[in-house]
């Protein structure tokens, strides 16, 4: 299909998208049940199978954000059918939250894929070219695989050996991190992300394919080892296999729906389980069990709670920003243990966690998730929210055309500078601290990114 009349295509899906959105919103405030928010994530859903018809590049590159997206609108299911959200003490209740959510990331994904998929059309022909001479080009990558698998599974023995397995023990994984202090082990797992994508390059190459799925195995290894979540799990397969996808779709083949839905099914019936005994269920199943449960429903809660209670079309609400803003240029200020309560997620916390808890909490720098959307609601109102999300948007799709770039001049340094930006802005979806996408590091980092692509155009692997 001709990239102007796909445009047009799912430019007409999202506008009925949006459509269904609005009587969702409208049908939650005339009628108050649990079904408004069952009615989110199914439209969500549906935004998905729109995109993997019409767009899917972008299905590929924001795979790991929509992954993260849906746990939220399931969370939003169980909180509006009156869950107990353990980490706030209170209970969820019917209210239509999930709708309001819904549209903003339906703007947000609808910005995003119509950019990459405008860029795409020309990036497609190049990344099929340059395909065919990776084996010649990702030789240095394949010695950094087998250098990062060799400290993987170091560490794992030293854990083994000399301390302990938190999968095995149930150690809280940041509590366990806080403990250890290794700068090894705080190294891989920071880094895991940023090396992901050029790992995924070695599954592309036949000859490459062993040592690129051991490399993502041990890692993997690892992360389930210190009791990391499900959604850390899944994102890093989701982003070390963008390589494959886009491989896939360059080659001009579609993406099955049938891998659409089979991939999410054996990524849960592998990683469930172990959730389950880090969670304790060798010893108490049933106890393992309600835990997971709770962790569902925490995905959505802080914008639950924000949302109840701090719902307004517009807001003016600067002093937590402006002490944002004031950490941008000062590395030194940029420690969640010193900002404590002042700005972002622990600010929004701090409505709702005990104080003696949440200074444990901070200590440990751990947290609860997706504190973005009700850090911008509480601060900028919902009008204000939507303007951010076209701006992340935009932000986060030309991210992904400069590691799509990279990946296809198989420019490494570019690659591996673009997927540190890329973690950077993760982190920024989870906590929202502006700091994490405005801060000086992070603006260095882009320099250097646009440095990198700039020299790595004199080595362009499909000329």
Known sequence: MPIRNRLTALLSDYVVILVLTSMAITGAALYTSVIWAIAALLIFVYLIFVMSRLAPASLILLAPLLFLRVTEFISGVAIESGAYMDELYRSGFANGAFTRLLLIYGLYFAVASLIIEFVWQDLSEKFRASVDEWDRHLQPVVYVAYAYMLLVFGVLAYLAVFDSIPLLTGED????????????????????????????????????????????????????????????????????????????????????LRTLLVTPIILSAITIPLILLAYGGADDFDGAIERLASRAAAQGELWFV???????????????????????????????????????????????????????????????????????????????????????????????WALVTSIARVNIVAVLIAGRVLVALYGYYYTGNLYIVFGVKNLIALLLLVGALYVGRYRVVWR
């Open 173 to 256: 994984r940041f509590a366990f991190r806080w403990r250890l202090n290794s700068p090894i082990l705080d190294a891989i797992l920071n880094n895991r992300n940023i090396f992901a994508p050029l790992f995924g390059c070695l599954i592309v190459v036949p000859k490459f394919r062993k040592i690129g799925l051991a490399v993502l195995g041990a890692t993997l290894l690892l992360t389930v080892s210190i009791g990391d979540k499900f959604t850390a799990v899944v994102t890093l397969g989701l982003t070390a296999t963008i390589p494959l996808g886009l491989a896939h779709i360059a080659s001009g083949r579609d993406l099955p």
């Open 306 to 400: 924000t949302d109840t209670n701090y719902f307004q079309l517009f807001a003016s609400n600067f002093g937590p920003l402006i002490a944002d803003f004031q950490t941008w240029f000062d590395v030194t200020a940029q420690d969640p243990k010193q900002i404590r309560t002042t700005f972002g997620l622990y600010w929004i916390m701090s409505d709702y966690v005990p104080a003696v808890q949440l200074a444990g909490i901070m200590d440990t720098t751990g947290g609860y998730v997706f504190g973005q959307q009700p850090y911008l609601l509480r601060t900028v109102g919902y009008v204000g929210l939507a303007l951010f999300a076209v701006l992340f948007a935009t932000l986060h799709a030309a991210l992904m």
